[in-house]
């Protein structure tokens, strides 16, 4: 389903020798500088600040946010998307998704707002993006704050805007498996330079120099070591994207217009970065559920994903919770989606090989 993008293997070890001379392998070094300098470039954002993970990013990015009460958030996610708003106490309140693009209805926003709401956390998933616009209005009207989880949309932009230019922080993740990386690690972007010494006294332990602690922190520091490896793919990132997008377009060649199976169109205003191929399956229409679909795949050696599946609304843990009648089209969605392999290395061959797979079982 998915593999990791590597740099070349002479590039990266070029790139770490200077730590062997200079021994500065955490705490915002040379390397963590110089990757937060070119990312504010490459993502076109005034600020970015680097953390372990994308997901300890979020969690810190909702605490120096300082939001209370309820947020309004999508269930079709990550696990971590709703474990961070829950983790910082907060009580999740799931806006139904759009039947298109899977992100946030913002239409379906302002009926779940109330005296307690104090943020939307929006999700552009697949790297579809959200109605950033009206994600705005509505913020704007009520005072709320935006923190959009972005870990998809590396690279992306709206209109000529670059997507870490909505709402107050965007987070993204530099996971492995996501479209660039640096094996672990993610970053937050935003406008407000005022937040800056927030972030990094929260990933800092909440420390301020040596021997003054102001603020509850944690560890989310990221390495030199992962921050040369973020340099050295931030060099080839463009080539990962172009090779995504010609096994994207060969998936859309072959698989659209076959009745039974949707997917996700680009629209023209968005710069998009191929991140995921998520497929829709109506068994009625396509002959096969997505489940008999993701197993006669297995069947092949082709691990396609139920992803994303459960919503996180139906996790073990809120069982009793949230209401599943409350957002019908995630419910469906989640039921009825996969995503395909899709990685910069996949042949095209082998995107063949998948959707002969899958159509002939039908
Ligand atoms: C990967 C991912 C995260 C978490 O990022 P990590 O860097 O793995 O901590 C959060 N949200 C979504 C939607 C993700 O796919």
Not at 84 to 99: K, S, T, Y
Not at 191 to 203: C, G, H, P, V
Not at 205 to 222: D, L, P, W
Not at 237 to 252: G, Q, S
Request: proline fraction near 4%; include cysteine.
């Amino acid at each position: 389903m998915n593999r990791p993008s590597m740099p070349a293997y002479e590039a990266y070890i070029e790139e770490i020798k200077s730590l062997w001379e200079n021994r500065w392998l955490t705490h915002t070094g040379p390397k963590h500088q110089e990757l937060e300098k070119k990312l504010c470039g490459y993502l076109g954002v005034e600020n970015v600040s680097l953390f372990a993970n994308g997901h300890l990013a979020m969690e810190l990015a909702i605490d120096a946010l300082q939001l209370k009460g309820e947020v309004i958030t999508t269930p079709f996610t990550f696990a971590s998307t709703t474990q961070a708003i829950v983790r910082n106490g907060l009580v999740p309140v799931f806006c139904d998704i759009d039947e298109k693009t899977y992100t946030m209805d913002a239409k379906k926003i302002e009926s779940l707002i109330t005296e307690k709401t104090s943020a939307i956390m929006p999700v552009h998933v697949f790297g579809n993006v959200c109605d950033v616009e009206a994600i705005a209005r509505i913020a704007e009207k009520y005072n709320l704050k935006v923190i959009y989880d972005a870990a998809h949309s590396f690279g992306e932009s709206v209109n000529g805007n670059a997507i870490g230019r909505y709402g107050d922080v965007s987070m993204f993740s530099f996971h492995a498996t996501k479209v660039f990386h640096t094996v672990e690690g993610g970053c937050l972007t935003y406008a407000d330079s005022s937040y800056t010494q927030k972030f990094n006294e929260l990933r800092q332990f909440g420390m301020v120099g040596q021997e003054s602690v102001q603020a509850i922190g944690t560890n989310a520091k990221m390495t030199e070591m992962h921050a040369a490896m973020g340099l050295c793919n931030l060099r080839v990132v463009d080539e990962f994207i172009m090779k995504r997008k010609l096994a994207t377009e060969r998936y859309h060649e072959l698989l659209s217009g076959v009745p039974g199976i949707s997917l996700c169109k680009i629209p023209g205003n968005i710069k998009p970065n191929y991140a995921y191929m998520p497929a829709l399956f109506n068994k009625e229409e396509f002959g096969m559920s997505r489940d008999d679909v993701c197993d006669l795949l297995a069947e092949e050696g082709i691990y396609a994903r139920k992803y994303f599946f459960p919503l996180t609304s139906h996790f073990e843990i809120y069982q009793g919770m949230f209401d599943i009648q409350e957002t019908p089209v995630a419910e469906k969605v989640a039921n009825n989606i996969l995503t395909l392999p899709l990685y910069s290395d996949l042949s095209l061959e082998d995107v063949e090989r998948v959707c002969k797979v899958l159509l002939k079982g039908r």
